[in-house]
């Protein structure tokens, strides 16, 4: 597409081609061009009777322009329900945590809330890591009985 709002000569540019083909050509260019232009493009209406000027913003906007002109977006926030059970579950994983042996509770606060390595872990424990591995899971799976039980 050379430019906006102009058609090419599409039979000069193909001159073998049939009268459907070259239909079907511009009504694809003429799509293409409302698609880039016509949806970005706010559009200025002057009415010299009335000495007014009427702005009609784009149909498309971006994030940044909508930013600046200061437009609030609506937050996707969890609703009551969902956070009173959220707390009620984080609530119950804690005391399932503190019902854990010490070693079972290091492993599990290092790897989930110090966001360490399993690697990182069986070299300081001097286990392999297929070990540490075995034992999170055997971990996980008391943890899940023990909420359950709560």
Known sequence: MAKPYRIPDFKKMYPEASE??????????????????????????????????????????????????AVQFVEQAPGIEEQVINRIEIKQLHMAISRLSEDDRYLICQLYFEERTERDLAEELRLSQKGINKRKKRIINHLKKLMEEI
């Open 20 to 69: 459907e083909v070259i239909a079907v050509l511009k009504t694809t260019e003429r799509k293409m061009q409302y698609q880039e232009y016509d949806l970005k493009v706010e559009q200025t209406i002057i009415d010299e009777e009335k000495q007014t000027v009427t702005v009609i913003p784009s149909r498309e906007d971006s994030y940044e322009r909508l930013s600046e002109s």
